[in-house]
């Protein structure tokens, strides 16, 4: 069993050049942590790579792919393999965390938050980044909630919302704060919190919302300050 999926059409077979490859991710990377996927574009990333725009779009056919490409190659550089299934949910949970652990420390904390914000507004280059990198450990796979509630670990029904909405949020909030993650943490945070929480979800009894890190929670659609007006 493989958890890892297709990959997108993304790059269009140029033949590399690595030193321009470097540049490239450099600045995509930067100036998406400097100013958001929005001011993300060929143009900007031309220029400041000092190349050409044309030498970009024989590349990628889109921001999306170009973007997708950038972080394969810096933050997700280490996790693009399959996740080889563990015996236990235990083992799974804690090798997603584990993966989501490393890509976060290979970025910077603008960096991953706006590829967050970005993947809020744009849940298609969050489903392309989880497909390309596969997986990124950000979202709990549902062959894993499959293979758990086979072994008898898990209840049917079981729903991806306390991994999805929990764990990613918390690496992230650690990680801009400069505090250690390490595999005492992730142990404790797996045993105490997800698990217990991934059994109680088969037994809600109401359908749970999309987690933060599942690529399509619901967006506000009213303004919180008009609503006691």
Same mark, same amino acid.
């Given at each position: 069993?493989?958890? #890892?999926?297709?990959?997108?059409?993304?790059?269009?077979?140029?033949? #590399?050049?690595? =030193?321009?490859?470097?540049?490239?991710?450099?600045?995509?990377?930067?100036?998406?942590?400097?100013?958001?996927?929005?001011?993300?574009?060929?143009?900007? @990333?031309?220029?400041?790579?000092? !190349?050409?725009?044309?030498?970009?779009?024989? *590349?990628?056919? $889109?921001?999306?792919?170009?973007?997708?490409?950038? @972080?394969?190659?810096?933050?997700?550089?280490? $996790? !693009? +393999?399959?996740l080889p299934p563990g015996d236990t949910l235990r083992e799974d949970l804690l090798a997603?965390?584990? *993966?989501? =652990?490393?890509?976060?420390?290979?970025?910077? !904390?603008?960096?991953?938050?706006?590829?967050?914000?970005?993947?809020?507004?744009?849940p298609e280059l969050c489903d392309a980044i989880e497909n390309s990198t596969g997986p &990124?450990?950000? *979202?709990?796979?549902?062959? @894993?909630?499959?293979?758990?509630?086979? *072994?008898? =670990?898990?209840?049917?029904?079981?729903?991806?919302?306390?991994?999805? =909405?929990?764990?990613? $949020?918390?690496?992230?909030? #650690?990680?801009?704060?400069?505090? %250690?993650?390490?595999?005492?943490?992730?142990?404790?945070? @797996?045993?105490?919190?997800?698990?217990?929480?991934?059994? %109680? $979800?088969?037994? +809600?009894? &109401? !359908?749970?919302?999309?987690?933060?890190?599942?690529?399509?929670?619901?967006?506000?659609?009213?303004?919180?300050?008009?609503?006691? +007006?």
């Amino acid at each position: 069993m493989s958890y #890892r999926n297709e990959e997108p059409p993304g790059a269009r077979g140029r033949p #590399r050049d690595a =030193e321009l490859e470097r540049r490239i991710t450099a600045a995509v990377l930067g100036i998406l942590a400097e100013h958001g996927y929005e001011d993300v574009s060929f143009e900007a @990333v031309a220029r400041r790579c000092q !190349t050409s725009k044309a030498s970009l779009y024989r *590349r990628w056919g $889109s921001k999306r792919d170009m973007v997708i490409a950038a @972080v394969k190659a810096g933050p997700a550089r280490h $996790s !693009t +393999s399959p996740l080889p299934p563990g015996d236990t949910l235990r083992e799974d949970l804690l090798a997603l965390a584990r *993966r989501l =652990e490393r890509t976060m420390a290979a970025s910077d !904390t603008g960096t991953a938050l706006m590829l967050l914000q970005a993947g809020l507004k744009d849940p298609e280059l969050c489903d392309a980044i989880e497909n390309s990198t596969g997986p &990124t450990g950000a *979202r709990l796979p549902q062959a @894993v909630i499959d293979a758990a509630v086979a *072994r008898g =670990e898990l209840p049917a029904g079981a729903s991806p919302f306390a991994f999805e =909405e929990v764990v990613g $949020s918390v690496l992230l909030l #650690r990680h801009a704060n400069g505090l %250690a993650v390490d595999d005492a943490y992730l142990s404790a945070l @797996v045993d105490t919190v997800i698990i217990p929480a991934l059994v %109680a $979800s088969a037994t +809600s009894g &109401t !359908t749970l919302p999309a987690g933060l890190f599942s690529g399509h929670p619901e967006i506000r659609t009213t303004d919180p300050t008009r609503e006691n +007006s």
